[in-house]
């Protein structure tokens, strides 16, 4: 990663606070994506997925699903920021992958939580943008889908996000054990993609 590139560079703690801030505010519209968790899980599926997305095309795609509406942004200094903000994470996560794709980590294992309800909303918000970035290129990840075998490496993904009701006949401890498979999975499914897929640039 080239630090001397400012859309290179890591988004500090601070950062990511007010980019939180703004996610959760007014001015975001009602179908958005409503948690860093949310962003962060979404992007790593673009990241780890078969296709490079111009940030033309994912950005938008947060705001509404339909691209018909977007932020009120209170200025035009303030949709810079945001935009960038963005543009610095999905790089960060890229620079994750090309560097030291084992040692992922998704955001929600990377916060504090004031208690576990708290931790289990942010991971399922995390696994719920992972399948909205899966969503937005959705026919590329056919055939991972097709295989049995690789098709699973998605399982934790769409159960721990309650897009299915599997969720409800799973114990405590096994859905533990599936948030802890989860980054493993998902390293699992960008070393699938990661042969021929082009260098990002974002």
Known sequence: MNLSDPLQKPLSVEEFGKLESFLFSELMP???FSSIEMVDGYMTALVVGPEVVSSEVWIPFIWNQDKLDEPRFSSEDEGKMVGEYL???MNALVAQF???ADGFVPL???????????KELAVENWAL???MGIELVHESWNPLFKD???GMLVMPMLILSKVTDDIE???KREISEMVQLMPDFVVKIYEYWKKG?????F
Not at 197 to 201: G, S
């Open 98 to 100: 090309l560097d030291d």
């Open 108 to 118: 929600f294992e990377k916060s504090r939580y004031p208690d576990k309800e708290e």
């Open 87 to 89: 543009v610095r994470h």
């Open 30 to 32: 009602e179908e958005s």
């Open 169 to 171: 006949h799973l114990s």
């Open 129 to 131: 943008g992972f399948t």
């Open 148 to 150: 049995e075998e690789t």
């Open 197 to 201: 897929k082009a260098q990002p640039i």
